[in-house]
């Protein structure tokens, strides 16, 4: 209802340097907005947020410099592999076949929209994914139209593990048949306690890239942005995994702001990227 919003927000990470932007489509399957009685407006919603963002990567992109919209593919509020009843451990409230239609249905007006890229992110629960990853495939089957993948986890605790119980590990061993362009991690506890498993992922998924965008630390009602970490600090900690040769493509999740984004890019754009079979990734990206 108010495009002009979401494109602002856009533009704003453009203009601090952002190579790569993702739709505001997190949400937006029908499975997450039927609890807002807003599931029969997912495709609508999702087609919509694709144009918005890929009006303001066409606004930024140069010859020498493309910008990119990624297809923001969440989890949805519901886990195909833990029950919602203490009482019950063998109730779901959703099936895999749901989630699969939810997500064909979602990727479907993300394609039609012009995303350049899936990013099936905050992964909770891997068998959602697995869910995600399925019905990315029978689309692009279907259309003969073959984009990039990139599949993120969220480890939820100190344990290392997401919430489904995985280490970092399993979960890149279930989801390594979808040959994505990068696995990664975003979201959790920040970058600080983030370190040891994205260490983990790089060095035992050798054969594709790795990314990996991070909160602003905890959530902190009494700082400025709503978060622990200011620029200075997240990238920083970002500067690091990247020095130390774990990561391709870094960035932000919650309580980034624009001036997160312009920090990071500043701080790493003096390293090489990780290499994985010397490939640019900017070329992969542009098919």
């Not at 992109?61 to 493309?66: A, E, F, K, L, N």
């Not at 629960?125 to 990039?148: C, H, Q, S, V």
């Not at 702001?257 to 990206?285: M, N």
Request: net charge negative; glycine share 10%; charged share 20%.
């Amino acid at each position: 209802t108010r495009p002009d919003v979401i494109r602002d927000i856009h533009e704003g990470y453009l203009a601090a340097g952002a190579d790569l932007i993702e739709t505001n489509t997190f949400g937006a399957t029908a499975i997450a907005q039927d609890d807002y009685h807003l599931g029969h407006l997912a495709r609508e919603m999702n087609l919509a947020a694709a144009r918005l963002a890929r009006e303001a990567c066409d606004r930024y992109s140069t010859p020498d410099r493309p910008r990119f919209a990624a297809g923001a593919i969440g989890p949805t509020p519901r886990t195909a592999s833990i029950s919602p009843d203490v009482n019950d451990p063998g109730a779901r409230n959703v099936t895999f076949a749901q989630l699969r239609d939810a997500y064909k249905e979602q990727a479907a007006a993300l394609l039609e929209g012009g995303v350049d890229l899936f990013l099936v992110e905050t992964i909770f629960d891997t068998l959602n994914a697995k869910a995600a990853i399925f019905a990315l495939d029978e689309l692009m089957a279907e259309t003969g139209e073959r984009l990039p993948v990139i599949i993120s986890g969220t480890v939820t605790d100190a344990s290392g593990r997401i919430l489904s119980g995985q280490t970092v590990g399993a979960f890149w061993n279930s989801v390594r048949h979808a040959r994505p362009l990068a696995v990664g991690l975003n979201c959790a506890l920040g970058a600080a306690t983030m370190r040891p498993y994205i260490e983990e992922l790089s060095r035992i998924a050798g054969d594709t890239f790795i990314s990996c965008y991070p909160n602003a630390g905890l959530p902190n009602p009494m700082s400025d942005t709503g978060f622990d970490e200011p620029p200075d600090i997240t990238s920083g900690l970002v500067e690091e995994f990247v020095r130390s040769g774990f990561v391709n493509i870094v960035g932000g999740c919650c309580g980034t702001t624009p001036a997160h984004i312009e920090a990071i890019a500043q701080r790493v754009g003096r390293y090489q990227p990780r290499c994985v079979h010397d490939r640019p990734l900017s070329r992969l990206l542009a098919g």
